[in-house]
């Protein structure tokens, strides 16, 4: 397959030929947490083809951003030191995007992780340094929260600092900022 290219002498449209192809960003997103397998990538990108699908992750894989471990019959991708370098960037496209959520359609998709991001804005204002896990429904995750900014994985932290426990409607929420989250809102772990 060719590769496609802007072939402008540019910055951002350099960084575009890489992850600026549709879902590109997304399967980022998905991986910003932690590992995943292919099969988990496609149940939490609805709307995605398998051939869509694996053309990105042989793109990515390709240009460096993710890599693909094999372990005998167990395979799952990851992303590389480059590919979470894209932190920043989904911070910023998430910042950006969630005034424009508004409420959610019948049709809209959703998967607690997808709030990952700006809960975790919200999550940081209420406790500046420390490690939180969050419960949304089904769903665990936890925060890092350093001077050096958030990062969120997949699963309780293995000693986290606080906890909290959302329905998905309470987590939708503070992400959107309709709620305020507090630092009596997170429980102390013991």
Sequence with gaps: MSR????????VSRALDLVGDRWSLLVVRELSAGPRRYSDLFA???????DMLATRLKGLE???VII?????MRSSYELTD???ALRPVLDALAA?????L??????DAVRAHWLALPLGRAIATALPEGTVTVHIGDTVLHYVITPNGITHHDGPAPTPDRELSLA???ATEIATGARLLTLDSLSATP
């Design 4 to 11: 496609r290219s802007y072939d402008h002498y540019c910055a």
């Design 44 to 50: 939490d990108l609805p709307g995605i083809s398998t």
């Design 62 to 64: 390709r240009d460096g």
């Design 68 to 72: 693909h471990r094999r372990n005998g």
């Design 82 to 84: 480059t590919g979470r």
């Design 96 to 100: 950006w995007g969630t005034p424009l």
């Design 102 to 107: 508004g409420d959610r359609k019948p049709t």
């Design 168 to 170: 998905l409607s309470e």
